[in-house]
């Protein structure tokens, strides 16, 4: 029952994180689902915000960094990216945050209290940088608590590492120098007074398991998020060049 109830928990902490990660750059669906969100949660936070409560200018892709859209779908074209802007690259993984990081301060959002949520392939790329910073950034320890990568600050962003940000087609594992629209995946960074979120385990109960000689254990787990500030939120959309 422990090992049961243990995975249970995972299980609902996992579905909480993929759906609030979707929510605040700007997706929805999940894993071989994913697509854009249509429609606010409710009253967009700042009027001018598109129709998944992001600011057009938050949403980084390929033009950002001197790169052409290839315009074939609807989608934004993605970043080709590589450890230190290697071959094929537009940019890199740290230039990345670099330009997350300005275009904040432009936005005038706090420096204390900033995050960035990356899936295991830019993690990968990230760790590949020849950088004595990310050395010394990764320095105050290596061990992954809640997601969170080693203690320190990576160009003064909490470094977090999740298998549950949205991607699509084949996802951001797929080599394409041009950028992509059908195959990429998506990172967003932020600010902890971006957005509010809450849960609850509302139920919890056990029942005796019809089919086998088992108990079964159940519960409700209730949950609510918003985006408040949405010039303090950033997401990009990126493929491996």
């Known amino acids: 029952m422990d090992l049961a109830t243990d995975r249970a928990a995972y299980r609902l902490a996992d579905t909480f994180d993929s759906e609030v990660l979707g929510y605040l750059s700007g997706w929805t669906g999940g894993a071989g689902s994913w697509a854009r969100r249509t429609a606010a949660n409710g009253t967009k936070a700042d009027t001018t915000a598109d129709a998944d409560e992001l600011l057009g200018g938050n949403k980084l892709d390929i033009t950002d960094f001197g790169g052409t859209d290839l315009g074939v779908l609807s989608e934004v074209t993605s970043i080709p990216m590589a450890a230190n802007g290697g071959a094929g690259a537009i940019t890199s993984p740290l230039a990345l945050l670099n330009r997350i990081a300005r275009k904040m301060d432009q936005a005038n959002v706090d420096q204390d209290g900033r995050w960035v949520v990356l899936d295991p392939v830019m993690i990968e790329l990230l760790m590949d940088e020849d950088s004595k910073f990310v050395d010394r950034d990764?320095?105050?320890?290596?061990?992954?608590?809640?997601?969170?990568?080693?203690?320190?600050?990576?160009?003064?962003?909490?470094?977090?590492?999740?298998?549950?940000?949205?991607?699509?087609?084949?996802?951001?594992?797929?080599?394409?120098?041009?950028?992509?629209?059908?195959?990429?995946?998506?990172?967003?960074?932020?600010?902890?007074?971006?957005?509010?979120?809450?849960?609850?385990?509302?139920?919890?109960?056990?029942?005796?398991?019809?089919?086998?000689?088992?108990?079964?254990?159940?519960?409700?787990?209730?949950?609510?998020?918003?985006?408040?500030?949405?010039?303090?939120?950033?997401?990009?959309?990126?493929?491996?060049?």
């Open 138 to 241: 990764f320095g105050g320890g290596d061990e992954i608590r809640n997601g969170r990568m080693g203690g320190n600050l990576v160009r003064g962003f909490r470094v977090y590492k999740s298998n549950n940000l949205p991607y699509v087609g084949t996802g951001p594992d797929t080599t394409a120098s041009g950028g992509s629209e059908d195959n990429f995946g998506v990172i967003v960074a932020g600010h902890d007074s971006a957005i509010a979120s809450a849960q609850q385990l509302n139920k919890t109960e056990t029942f005796r398991s019809p089919d086998t000689f088992s108990d079964i254990v159940r519960g409700m787990q209730l949950y609510g998020r918003k985006i408040l500030r949405p010039e303090a939120i950033f997401t990009a959309n990126y493929n491996v060049a």
